[in-house]
């Protein structure tokens, strides 16, 4: 912490920046999730396998952190923050867990886990990139009694890719839970928790309009608010302000097209041609891809995964249709004939 910083929280009475990206695992943090974790923990104690899916910066991985804190106690929760590569690191990691000192193949492995006494959690984040091989060995051990899998993944995993890696695997999974976006009371809610986490009052120094202005553009996303508040945070301690108003989040906030811009330069052929599609369809699925590009269900529902690792796209649930996209609010607000023509570099 440079001195700036140190003087800045010092006089607010912060004791250190409560809006840092990465993800929390502090379950008195996390707002709007107390039925999920409700459903989670019944579903852990019952053996459960379950998916968690939700859009790029919902709180899934916040999630499966707070689980890992809920069980730590009375369970042995072992997270990953993506898949392993391989079926020796997935079994390296499961051992140094458990502290067993020789190495082991998967057979043996599956023996030592099936006579053990631990109850055990295995939390995979980023599931979407799990591979054929290391799906494999999870099937197995979710076949124990003693052992639950939750899988954290964007939307459309548990329908339109997991089957595709190993519908066997798909068959053992018992229930699916699906994140949605916070209400603007719940980003309000969830920012003054932070603030007060780190000593502060309410929600200073943001204003309350500030603090509705954040909650509205950020759209329900978790990890949006806490961007915008990190970046007002760093444009206060730049330039000595005390109180954060709505004036200093329009500063940032007008500098965001253009950052969205540039990443639609730098997106690839079939990433460009997905976007090119929000033009003449306010959503899109897999299917619509599929049949647009002519590619397979698996690389269209690639394509989709990877826009929204890039925050340009967003998914929500269609009744009785799986599972549609369609751009964030920016790309959204951005997405002109211009747009499309120079910058895509594509003939509509």
Partial sequence: MSSEEFEWFEKINWSKNPFQLSPIGKPDLVVGFDEEFQLLENYIRLGYDVIIEGPYGSGKTSLLLCLETIFKDNR?????YAPPESVAELIQIISMELKLNDEVSPQVL??????SD???ILLIDEAHDLNFNVAKMLRGLSDLLNISIIYSALNGFSFDKLPKILNTLADRVQEIIYLDLLSEEEVILAIKKRIEDVGGNEVSPFTEDAIKFIAKVSEGAPREAIKLCSAAIALAIRDSIFEIGVDVLEKITRRRPSEI???LQRLGAREKQVIKLFVSHPVITTGLVKDELSVSSQASYNVIARLMEKKLVTSREAEGRGNEYLPV?????????????????LNI
């Fill in 110 to 115: 599956y023996h030592k886990l099936r006579r």
């Fill in 118 to 120: 631990d109850k055990i």
């Fill in 329 to 345: 609010g920016l790309v959204k607000r951005i997405l002109t004939q211009e747009i499309v023509n120079d910058i895509l570099r």
């Fill in 76 to 80: 042995l929760p072992i997270f990953f």
């Fill in 261 to 263: 811009v540039r990443k």
